[in-house]
């Protein structure tokens, strides 16, 4: 099985920014499309963005179109979330997902990381 690894949550004052990074416990990284998500308190899981294994085509929530960037390196078994202009909505747990589809819904992720905490200061 594919095993996700998040890391770079932290906090943060409004307007800043933080990279997120996941990493798999494996070369079969190059088999998935992959895709992040966030869970704020009291709100259900939200799709963030996805990428394909390319690395070509790229997908976000429309909450984040803009601000967010998702990026992967193929050679370092790894995917990375740019966050810029980050806002107090953005606090949540942010989840790393793979998926042999793209990871877009709860359906089509096949392996989920275990989170990251993001928090953005007022």
């Known amino acids: 099985q594919v095993q996700l690894v998040e890391s770079g949550g932290g906090l943060v004052q409004a307007g800043g920014s933080l990279r997120l990074s996941c990493e798999t416990s494996g070369p079969t990284f190059s088999n998935y499309a992959m895709g992040w998500f966030r869970q704020a308190p009291g709100k259900e899981r939200e799709f963030v963005a996805a990428?394909?294994?390319?690395?070509?085509?790229?997908y976000y929530g429309g909450s984040v179109e803009g601000r967010f960037t998702i990026s992967r390196d193929n050679a370092k078994n790894a995917v990375y979330l740019q966050m810029n202009s980050l806002k107090p909505e953005d606090t949540a747990v942010y989840y790393c997902a793979a998926g042999k589809t793209l990871p877009r819904t709860d359906a089509t992720v096949d392996y989920w990381g275990q989170g990251t905490q993001v928090t953005v200061s007022s």
């Open positions: 990428v394909r294994l390319s690395g070509w085509d790229k």
